[in-house]
T-cell receptor, first 114, second 113 residues
Framework: GAGVSQSPSNKVTEKGKDVELRCDPISGHTALYWYRQRLGQGLEFLIYFQGNSAPDKSGLPSDRFSAERTGESVSTLTIQRTQQEDSAVYLC????????????FGSGTRLTVV | QQQVKQSPQSLIVQKGGISIINCAYENTAFDYFPWYQQFPGKGPALLIAIRPDVSEKKEGRFTISFNKSAKQFSLHIMDSQPGDSATYFCAALGGGSNYKLTFGKGTLLTVNP
């Protein structure tokens, strides 16, 4: 596609439920990132994929968070047993393989845990 | 530990004025410093970027000034327009092969007509 697509755009869930957030990167982009943006804060790195493997998961805040990527394409971020502090905008970005430029962010999924 | 500190949190400027946003970093391994512009409901979009071997970079009305010895960099928006009203993030990249970005907390810029 022309850009990074994320779905859903908004998600309201009850505390304790599991949620899945989806990211469709730009076709051909081998690198994919998830970031979290809490209200009034900058973006926090969560996880990095190169192809289908995740060499850097250092930003995942707890074992309730997990992510996978298949076919060097779609990625899913799963949050189990959601807590109110998980409320944030979750942003996905993909990057072309050539150097430090070329990050493209999606519009994000706004997650609200009630 | 906040590796990139950004100020101010919010900024109000009159149309035609100069908007200045400042950032400071700690990690000397950073080697690329982008600025992102974010409108409500949208993801951040790259505005302008600089490498530490350059002291200034200008693109249209947007200029980055970089002070390597002080580990500081700033964004100047000349002739600010109401359409520039957005949240601006400085970021830093480097210190590893994963190209992950470290962001400041953002500055909400409002340009009054």
């Amino acid at each position: 596609g022309a850009g990074v697509s994320q779905s859903p755009s908004n998600k309201v869930t009850e505390k304790g439920k599991d949620v899945e957030l989806r990211c469709d990167p730009i076709s051909g982009h081998t690198a994919l990132y998830w970031y979290r943006q809490r209200l009034g804060q900058g973006l926090e790195f969560l996880i990095y994929f190169q192809g289908n493997s995740a060499p850097d998961k250092s930003g995942l805040p707890s074992d309730r968070f997990s992510a996978e990527r298949t076919g060097e394409s779609v990625s899913t971020l799963t949050i189990q047993r959601t807590q109110q502090e998980d409320s944030a905008v979750y942003l996905c970005a993909s990057r072309s393989g050539t150097g430090a430029f070329g990050y493209t962010f999606g519009s994000g999924t706004r997650l609200t845990v009630v | 530990q906040q590796q990139v500190k950004q100020s101010p949190q919010s900024l109000i400027v009159q149309k035609g004025g100069i908007s200045i946003i400042n950032c400071a970093y700690e990690n000397t391994a950073f080697d690329y410093f982008p600025w992102y512009q974010q409108f409500p409901g949208k993801g951040p979009a790259l505005l302008i970027a600089i490498r530490p071997d350059v002291s200034e970079k200008k693109e249209g009305r947007f200029t980055i000034s970089f002070n390597k010895s002080a580990k500081q960099f700033s964004l100047h928006i000349m002739d600010s327009q109401p359409g520039d009203s957005a949240t601006y993030f400085c970021a830093a990249l480097g210190g590893g092969s994963n190209y992950k970005l470290t962001f400041g907390k953002g500055t909400l810029l409002t340009v009054n007509p």
